[in-house]
C-alpha cells in the first residue's frame, strides 16, 4: 500500500537554525498539508499546498515558514530561524482530491529545538 | 471558528469492555468527519470517516460512529476492546466548504489492560 514518507525521523537543531523537513507524498497525490503537534496538544494545520501555491495557511505558518516542491516528488518545509516554541512533532499529509476528504499521514518528524 | 472538543483525556478499560469515546464539533455548515488513530510510535492511520448518507459508519478493527447531526456529535464506539486498541485517538472535522484543511481534537489515550 503506497505510504507517505518523512525523512528524517528525528532532528535536533539549535535556535536560529534553519530546517527542512522533508517529505514524499504518494506519488499520484497533488495536494499537500503541513501539520504539527506541539507535546501534549492537539494537531495543529500549518499549510495546505496545490499546483506550486499554498492553498491555505494557518496563523501559525508565519515568514519563518515556507514550503516547496522542488522537484515531482518531493514536499518540504523550511523553518529559517528555530525557535524554542518550534519543537513538536511534524506531519506531512497528502490527498488526491481537493477537499481533502481521505489525507494519508506521514510517520512525522520530531523537531527538537535547543 | 471551526472547533473540535474530545471530553475524554484518557480512557482505561479491561478486555472485552464496551468503549465509547464522545466527540463533539463546532461548525454550522456541511462537514465531513473522522476519527483517526495513532498506536505508539506509529504515525496517524484512519479509523472511519463520514461525508453523507447513513450517519452509522463502520471503520476498520470493529469500531464505528454515529454521526448525530442535532447533537453536533460523533462519537467512537466499539463493543469489545483488545489490548491491541490501546493508541490515542483524535476525532477531526473537515467543513466541506473550506480548502481542506483538518481540523483535530485534543486527542483521547485509551490504555486497555490485559
Known amino acids: 500500500e503506497p505510504e507517505v514518507t518523512q525523512t528524517p525521523s528525528h532532528q535536533v537543531t539549535q535556535m536560529g537554525q534553519e530546517v527542512i523537513l522533508r517529505c514524499v507524498p504518494i506519488s499520484n497525490h497533488l495536494y499537500f498539508y503541513w501539520y504539527r503537534q506541539i507535546l501534549g496538544q492537539k494537531v495543529e494545520f500549518l499549510v495546505s499546498f496545490y499546483n506550486n501555491e499554498i492553498s491555505e495557511k494557518s496563523e501559525i505558518f508565519d515568514d519563518q515558514f515556507s514550503v516547496e516542491r522542488p522537484d515531482g516528488s518531493n514536499f518540504t518545509l523550511k523553518i529559517r530561524s528555530t525557535k524554542l516554541e518550534d519543537s513538536a512533532m511534524y506531519f506531512c499529509?497528502?490527498?488526491?482530491?481537493?477537499?481533502?476528504?481521505?489525507?494519508?499521514f506521514g510517520p512525522g518528524t520530531r523537531l527538537t529545538v535547543t | 471558528a471551526q472547533s473540535v472538543s474530545q471530553h475524554n483525556h484518557h480512557v482505561i478499560l479491561s478486555e472485552a469492555a464496551s468503549l465509547e469515546l464522545g466527540c463533539n464539533y463546532s461548525?454550522?455548515?456541511?462537514?465531513?468527519l473522522f476519527w483517526y488513530v495513532q498506536y505508539p510510535g506509529q504515525h496517524l492511520q484512519l479509523l472511519l470517516k463520514?461525508?453523507?448518507?447513513?450517519?452509522l459508519v463502520k471503520g476498520i478493527k470493529g469500531f464505528e460512529a454515529e454521526f448525530i447531526k442535532s447533537k453536533f456529535s460523533f462519537n467512537l464506539r466499539k463493543p469489545s476492546v483488545q489490548w491491541s486498541d490501546t493508541a490515542e485517538y483524535f476525532c477531526a472535522v473537515n467543513a466541506y466548504s473550506s480548502a481542506s484543511k483538518i481540523i483535530f481534537g485534543s486527542g483521547t489515550r485509551l490504555s486497555i489492560r490485559p
Open positions: 461548525y454550522g455548515g456541511t462537514v465531513n
Open positions: 499529509a497528502s490527498s488526491a482530491d481537493r477537499d481533502g476528504h481521505e489525507q494519508y
Open positions: 463520514y461525508f453523507s448518507g447513513d450517519p
